[in-house]
């Protein structure tokens, strides 16, 4: 789905510009985000890794009504998560079609999240096409690239 649609109604969200794969979406006030789109396809998931280089936050979109590919999103994370260019990068899980039946939030156990040392994280549940859950989730998201830039004290 095309984020400008997701994104319809929103009023804490302007669309800035968007292509297919390439979103720039701004929260009133601020930030603004680029989103690069790159799709599930396992054909292209190869490619991602050319999307790693300066990523300050990833956004890793889960379908939540599909229990059975869990395990699948599991170890692709965990494979975005393993690159050299990522290490340290919080991200945000949305779980995404909270409003079909048999939809639920991946558990942080299913997901094991709690290995990802070094990654601050947090796991929204998400409705795109209503755009619930979507501001929350880029705000958290937000908040942790900040918390990650802020120098730290010795």
């Given at each position: 789905?095309?984020?400008?649609?997701?994104?319809?109604?929103?009023?804490?969200?302007?669309?800035?510009?968007?292509?297919?794969?390439?979103?720039?979406?701004?929260?009133?006030?601020?930030?603004?985000?680029?989103?690069?789109?790159?799709?599930?396809?396992?054909?292209?998931?190869?490619?991602?890794?050319?999307?790693?280089?300066?990523?300050?936050?990833?956004?890793?979109?889960?379908?939540?009504?599909?229990?059975?590919?869990?395990?699948?999103?599991?170890?692709?994370?965990?494979?975005?998560?393993?690159?050299?260019?990522?290490?340290?990068?919080?991200?945000?899980?949305?779980?995404?079609?909270?409003?079909?039946?048999?939809?639920?939030?991946?558990?942080?156990?299913?997901?094991?999240?709690?290995?990802?040392?070094?990654?601050?994280?947090?796991?929204?549940?998400?409705?795109?096409?209503?755009?619930?859950?979507?501001?929350?989730?880029?705000?958290?998201?937000?908040?942790?690239?900040?918390?990650?830039k802020k120098?730290?004290?010795f």
């Amino acid at each position: 789905m095309p984020m400008q649609k997701a994104i319809v109604g929103l009023p804490q969200v302007v669309h800035v510009n968007s292509n297919p794969y390439l979103h720039r979406i701004r929260l009133k006030p601020t930030p603004t985000f680029t989103v690069w789109d790159v799709g599930d396809q396992e054909k292209i998931r190869i490619l991602w890794k050319h999307y790693f280089i300066n990523t300050d936050g990833l956004v890793f979109v889960m379908d939540s009504s599909d229990c059975e590919r869990f395990s699948e999103a599991k170890e692709e994370l965990e494979a975005i998560l393993e690159d050299v260019e990522m290490k340290g990068v919080p991200f945000v899980i949305l779980a995404n079609k909270q409003d079909l039946p048999g939809a639920r939030r991946p558990q942080v156990e299913e997901l094991e999240l709690r290995k990802q040392r070094g990654h601050e994280w947090h796991m929204q549940g998400c409705c795109a096409t209503s755009g619930e859950g979507l501001v929350e989730g880029l705000e958290k998201l937000s908040e942790l690239v900040k918390q990650r830039k802020k120098p730290r004290a010795f």
